[in-house]
């Protein structure tokens, strides 16, 4: 009976199936024959493993342990680790790209795989021989999975106030504190978790590694979230928690520059899952717009409407310029890389979460039911905004950098 219902696989299927109606938002401009491949692989699987299910995972909180090692089999569980521990050695651009086509398929997932990359990358990047080899295979192969602790429940923006505390005793450190908002907390194998081994500030921070299992690990309660379903939050606690010496990635005092450059990386993943989602979007609104009729005919004939569509289109196309020109400075460790970086996720997560919520809005009561994909997008993206830095400090990061001189 409701002809223009969009089913969530919809989204997916459009990007894969309708390239020439919406030929001036293809994702595929400009890249290489490489890139288009493994950009095609990421779609063809966003379509097919991840699509389907999606709404299925929102509903009953399922963490799809399964679907993940499927992606790790492409390549997709240490996208931009070295090749020598399971990586793929591919580029912040690359990693952007499939990143970006995998949350057409469903946007929470997508976003945890990006978390679990950066996890993986940070061991591989900072972590000595021994490290890089007794972590980072089983990582990206997705037979375990990571979890990322820096936030903590009075800690947030302020990050370099963090009290978690590691006390040194021998070749062990003893762990007291606790960790807010961890994506996978309880679910997952591997803590890359910042604490404090000397005094106040970002130098007295260091990074351990940390195993679940661990005595004196444990977790809160699952949280209750708006959307990010498809993957757990919980805290992280830590009771006189004994973690070897040897765990630590790099010397004492580095952990609060790895946490940050990790960062990097992942305000660029957070903005590719947001175009993902994004794009998607567009493309569901204009599958409604062309098949929904008011007052006896299409709502695509209505010029409001095509102009709003319209906007969409540039701001999603302005949005992925940045996000991948950011990109390319991150690979080339440019100086001005690390402003790029919250410049793009600042204007692409904005942006984003503006085009998806107009799109549900074109749906008009069809889009706030469960039954059609845009609203999980919209409530999957909302927190982009906040998570990996939020929006406001991404302000003060571009400011500090224009007033510095």
Known sequence: ??????APRAAARLLLGRRGIASCIDPSVGLTEDQKEFQKVALDFAAKEMAPYMAEWDEKEIFPVETM?????????????????????????DTSIIFEALSTGC?????????????????????????RRRFCPSLCSMEKFASYCLTEPGSGSDAA?????????????????SKAFISGGGDTDVYVVMCRTGGPGPKGISCLVLEKGMPGLSFGKKEKKVGWNSQPTR??????????????????????????QGLNGGRINIASCSLGAAHACVLLAQEHLTVRKQFGEPLANNQYLQFRLAEMATRLVAARLMVRNAARALQDSREDAAVLCSMAKLFATDECFGICNQALQMHGG?????????????RDIRVHQILEGTNEVMRMIVARNLLQG
């Open 1 to 6: 009976a409701m002809a223009w219902r969009a």
């Open 69 to 93: 090692r499927k992606a790790a089999r492409l390549g997709f569980g240490g996208i931009y680790v070295k090749p020598d521990v399971g990586g793929s050695g591919l580029s912040r651009l």
């Open 107 to 131: 946007t929470s997932t997508t976003a945890y795989i990006s978390i679990h990359n950066m996890c993986v990358w940070m061991i591989d990047t900072f972590g000595n021989e021994e490290q």
């Open 161 to 177: 106030s963090l009290l978690t505390s590691a006390q040194r005793k021998g070749d062990t450190y003893v762990l007291n504190g």
């Open 235 to 260: 805290a992280v606690i830590f009771e006189d928690c004994i973690v070897p010496v040897g765990n630590r990635l790099g010397a004492e005092g580095q952990g609060f520059s790895i946490a940050m």
């Open 366 to 378: 069809y889009g706030y039911l469960k039954d059609y994909a845009v609203q999980q997008f919209v």
